[in-house]
């Protein structure tokens, strides 16, 4: 029943929360709440993390609000901690959805002794070992040709792995884009390509940033399925998404998922203020009457299973308690030493460093070189 480029995103839910197709067997009120549960969670993850970025306490943040059916439904089509990830810098939705502890993640946030990666990365650039999800470059399509590169070793290995590598509309500009989809798809690589289109890059929409009539026709050139669905619509995702990842864990080589969503908040918060400057509060405001939590929601009333406005007060208020505790642990475990950065890569450090370590130590230390 999916089929690839279709002339309009596959829908299985109408706006108004009228099922448009028959539901697949899976989608049981109690699927639907804990789908239901991860959106509104992640959603509540965003507002409490732009308050910390106003206070100061972290310094980048990139909002996920109005696409959490992308990244929820991608999350839950795959194998978390088994399939491998190249996401981007706007899929802590997405991780949290597979089950990245809050802690993990705000450590990482805050750069303190209980990040992994222990302050080395730039905020909001997370990674998990236990997920197999690399560490996220915050340079547009870098994380393509690796994810390439991951897929093929695992079609050589002979593992039913394969690889998920996120972007957003404006990556597929990217000549790195094209080369790694063309490597994956050439040698007929397990890779499931995924478009986060969220209709924006920055100040440049859609028709600024390509003349294709869409991003999924892009899979043509590479001879490769290109789906198209709407982003906001988790059940359309989900579908999608199983469908061409379990197609590609099949051996038939690598896939393009386009869905279709959109930022309702600035890309970053080094853009505070999007309609002032490059779109309109007429558009934003369109764009918040489709809001994918409000659909799934509408779907629940619709099958009989409301969220009560009192369970929405209740998951809000938690979210909100676990967000300030992982907060208060994270910072508890204070900031990492400065001697770390030298450490970790070389076994013995090369002249520069070791000269650039003793600067630093005699500035910590207040000795004059
Ligand atoms: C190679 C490169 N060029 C430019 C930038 C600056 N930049 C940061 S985010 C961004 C827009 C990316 O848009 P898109 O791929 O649509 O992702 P979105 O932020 O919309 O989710 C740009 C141009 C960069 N980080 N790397
Ligand atoms: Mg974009």
């Known amino acids: ?47 409490k993390l732009v308050t910390l970025l106003r206070q100061g306490r972290t310094t980048f943040y990139a909002q996920s609000s109005g696409m959490e059916a992308t990244q929820v439904g991608l999350a839950r089509s795959i194998r978390a901690g088994h399939d491998w990830l190249w996401p981007y810098y706007r899929d802590h939705t997405l991780a949290l959805a597979l089950g990245m502890p809050m802690l993990e993640l705000v450590s990482q946030m805050l750069g303190s002794n209980s990040d992994t990666c222990r302050g080395r990365q ?141 930022r309702v908040g600035s890309h970053s918060n080094a853009d505070a203020d999007a309609e002032k400057f490059y779109r309109t509060r007429e558009e934003v405001g369109e764009w918040l009457g489709r809001d994918p939590i409000a659909r799934l929601e509408k779907l629940l009333e619709h099958l009989g299973h409301p969220v009560l406005a009192a369970e929405r007060a209740d998951l809000i208020a938690r979210t909100h308690k676990e967000v ?10 204070g900031q990492p030493d400065w001697r770390i950065m030298f450490e970790d890569v070389y076994s013995d450090l090369p002249d520069h460093l070791r000269e650039q370590e003793s600067f630093l130590r005699a500035e910590q230390t207040g000795v004059q070189l």
Not at 182 to 202: D, G, T
């Open 1 to 47: 029943m999916i089929q690839p480029f279709t002339p309009d995103p596959i829908r299985f839910v109408a706006e108004d929360g009228q099922p448009l197709l028959p539901l697949p067997e899976r989608y049981k009120p109690e699927l639907l709440r804990e789908l239901h549960t991860l959106m509104l969670r992640a959603r509540e993850f965003d507002r």
């Open 122 to 262: 730039m905020p909001h650039h997370f990674a998990s070992r236990k997920l197999n999800l690399a560490s996220i470059s915050s340079s547009i399509a870098s994380q393509v040709p690796p994810a390439a590169g991951t897929a093929m070793a695992q079609k050589y290995l002979g593992t039913d792995e394969i690889t998920v590598c996120t972007f957003g509309d404006g990556a597929t500009s990217e000549g790195d884009w094209h080369a790694g989809v063309n490597m994956a798809s050439v040698n007929r690589a397990p890779c499931l390509f995924v478009c986060e289109n969220n209709q924006w890059a920055i100040s440049t929409n859609l028709s600024g940033q390509t003349a294709s009539e869409n991003i999924h026709i892009k899979a043509r050139a590479y001879g490769i399925p290109g789906f198209y669905v709407d982003g906001n619509d988790i059940v359309a995702v989900m579908e999608v998404c199983t469908h061409a990842a379990e197609w590609v864990r099949a051996g038939n080589g690598s896939a393009l998922v386009e869905c279709l969503t959109y």
């Open 324 to 333: 300030d505790e992982v907060v208060m642990q994270a910072e508890a475990t």
